[in-house]
C-alpha cells in the first residue's frame, strides 16, 4: 500500500488566498483525521471523518477552516481566506476500524507545509 | 482538558547509550497511549501502542511502559544509534466531547551523536 497520500507537499500563498489541502487515506480505513502542527502549539486535531461522515470538528479553529470528505478515498481541508497565522504543517492521518472506535494506530500522511505571506 | 508533557524537550546522547523519554498525562481516562517517531520533514510513524489494560510493550530495543493510575509512560531505547535521531511523541487517545480524540506531547527532539 501506499501509505497516506497528500497534496500538495508544499504550498506558499498570499494572505486572502483561498487553499486546499487534499489527502487520500489507506484503502479499507474508516477514520480520517486532519491535524495542524506549529512550533508553539504542538500537534492539534482538526476535524475527524468517520465512514465520510465528520464527528468532530472541535478543533477547527474559525469558520475560514472547512472540510469535506466526499468518499472514502479523498478529503479536503480547506482555508478561505487565509491568513499568516494559518502558516504551519497539515498532516491527515487514517485508521482502520478499532475495538472502540478510532482505538487502533494512526498512520500519517508525509504533511504539507503551508505558508501564507 | 487532558494534558499531554513531554520532558526533556531535547536530548543528546553519545552513541551506544541506553536512554529514556518521559510522557505524563494528566486525565488517566485514556484508551491507549501510543509513541511516534517524526524525521525532519516526514510524518508521524507509530512505534509502539500500549492499550490501556497494558503495562508495556515491546519492539526490538524498544520499550515502552504505561502507568495509567499515575499518568505516566516512559519509552526506552536500548543501544541507541544514530539512526534513532527523531522527535519521539508521546499521544493518548480519550473521549472529548462525545467522541474520542488523540492528544500529542510536543515530542521530545532526540539527538544521538556518532
Known amino acids: 500500500d501506499a501509505g497516506v497520500i497528500q497534496s500538495p507537499r508544499h504550498e506558499v500563498t498570499e494572505m486572502g488566498q483561498e487553499v486546499t489541502l487534499r489527502c487520500k487515506p489507506i484503502s479499507g480505513h474508516d477514520y480520517l483525521f486532519w491535524y495542524r502542527q506549529t512550533m508553539m502549539r504542538g500537534l492539534e486535531l482538526l476535524i475527524y471523518f468517520n465512514n465520510n461522515v465528520p464527528i468532530d470538528d472541535s478543533g477547527m479553529p474559525e469558520d475560514r477552516f472547512s472540510a469535506k470528505m466526499p468518499n472514502a478515498s479523498f478529503s479536503t481541508l480547506k482555508i478561505q481566506p487565509s491568513e499568516p497565522r494559518d502558516s504551519a504543517v497539515y498532516f491527515c492521518a487514517s485508521s482502520p476500524p478499532g475495538l472502540a472506535g478510532g482505538t487502533d494506530t494512526q498512520y500519517f500522511g508525509p504533511g504539507t507545509r503551508l505558508t501564507v505571506l | 482538558k487532558q494534558e499531554v508533557t513531554q520532558i526533556p524537550a531535547a536530548l543528546s546522547v553519545p552513541e551506544g547509550e541506553n536512554l529514556v523519554l518521559n510522557c505524563s498525562f494528566t486525565d488517566s481516562a485514556i484508551y491507549n497511549l501510543q509513541w511516534f517517531r517524526q524525521d525532519p520533514g516526514k510524518g508521524l510513524t507509530s512505534l509502539l501502542l500500549i492499550q490501556s489494560s497494558q503495562r508495556e510493550q515491546t519492539s526490538g530495543r524498544l520499550n515502552a511502559s504505561l502507568d495509567k493510575s499515575s499518568g505516566r509512560s516512559t519509552l526506552y531505547i536500548a543501544a541507541s544509534q544514530p539512526g534513532d535521531s527523531a522527535t519521539y511523541l508521546c499521544a493518548v ?11 500529542f506531547g510536543k515530542g521530545t527532539k532526540l539527538s544521538v551523536i556518532p
Open chain 2, 93 to 103: 487517545l480519550h473521549s472529548g466531547a462525545g467522541s474520542y480524540q488523540l492528544t
